[in-house]
């Protein structure tokens, strides 16, 4: 398996983890009957960061592999 790969599927699980982690937040929120753009952007958040974070984490992996010598 390739660092990039391995870089990408760790930040998949953080993504993961935080977007139920954000879920639960906003599901709080909503029991709460908090309203505002609060609820809103958390759930923007975490929809972006599925995305954003195994991205990083191909290009760091990839960037780390590279300066220790690991083809």
């Known amino acids: ?3 990039a790969l391995i870089g990408g599927l760790v930040g998949l699980t ?3 983890a935080e977007y139920f982690l954000f879920g639960a ?3 709080r929120a909503a029991r709460r009957g908090e309203e ?4 809103k952007i958390l759930d923007l958040v975490r ?5 954003l974070f195994p991205v ?7 960037m780390l592999a590279q300066n220790s ?3």
């Open 47 to 51: 929809k972006a960061q599925l995305v």
């Open 1 to 3: 398996m390739s660092p």
């Open 56 to 62: 990083i984490g191909l290009v760091v992996g990839a």
């Open 69 to 71: 010598g690991v083809s």
């Open 14 to 16: 953080f993504a993961v």
């Open 36 to 39: 505002g753009q609060g609820p």
């Open 25 to 27: 937040l906003i599901a």
